[in-house]
């Protein structure tokens, strides 16, 4: 679930392999997985220098950027990718689902790197990500940006404000997205238990 705190291992066991990279194609055929520590909207850098690998094959990076290219020149949907950011050692938090709508190469100089943008959605289905799904961008976004959670995460000591449990946490909206709560305030951002948050939104439904 977005806004979740996991450790690698909750990780792991969701998308059911081992993550040892950053980048990762479609996962047992189904949606795409990218660990990162940069904020979600802004592009993501990878660098990576090839392409192809020396036999030809495309590199992990040459797959998602093929796959954004086809959906810019309207051959098939976006790929989805699901997004989990490293907020310190051992703390990530669950991002959710992206589109990948667009990639490019710079040359930062050195060498070519990799960008790639991804656009939130709300929700998918797994079933159907190797199909062209109806996209439902957000502007305003649920996304909490790092800075936000780490001070979150400083303020309320690692712990659930309500009964101070420190596992199963998530960042929860004080004042929920949907009833135009603000993700970007400090404010409004508050670290809560598996337990206190299922209590939460038992009482706003
Ligand atoms: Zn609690």
Redesign the pocket.
Same mark, same amino acid.
């Given at each position: 679930m977005r806004g979740n705190v996991v450790s690698y291992i909750d990780m792991c066991q969701k998308e059911g392999t081992s993550l040892q990279r950053g980048m990762n194609f479609r996962l047992k055929g189904h949606h795409s997985v990218i660990l990162m520590s940069v904020r979600p909207n802004a592009p993501y850098h990878d660098e990576v220098q090839a392409e192809r690998q020396s036999g030809g094959t495309l590199t992990e990076n040459g797959k998602f950027h093929q796959a954004a290219q086809r959906f810019k020149c309207g051959e098939k949907g976006p790929d989805i990718v699901q997004v989990y950011e490293k907020i310190k050692a051992g703390i990530w938090t669950d991002n959710g689902f992206f589109h990948l709508v667009d990639s490019w190469i710079v040359n930062n100089g050195t060498r070519n790197v990799f960008k790639f943008k991804l656009a939130a959605v709300e929700s998918v289905s797994d079933e159907s990500a190797a199909e062209e799904i109806p996209s439902r961008l957000v502007v305003r976004s649920r996304i909490i940006p790092t800075s936000v959670k780490l001070e979150v995460w400083a303020r309320d000591g690692g712990k &659930?404000v309500?009964?101070g449990?420190s596992d199963e946490l998530h960042f929860d909206h004080i004042l929920p997205f949907s009833r135009g709560g603000t993700s970007v305030k400090v404010e409004n951002v508050q670290l809560? &238990?598996a337990?206190?948050n299922l209590a939460k939104s038992a009482k706003i439904q």
């Open positions: &659930c309500t009964c449990a809560l &238990c337990r206190h």
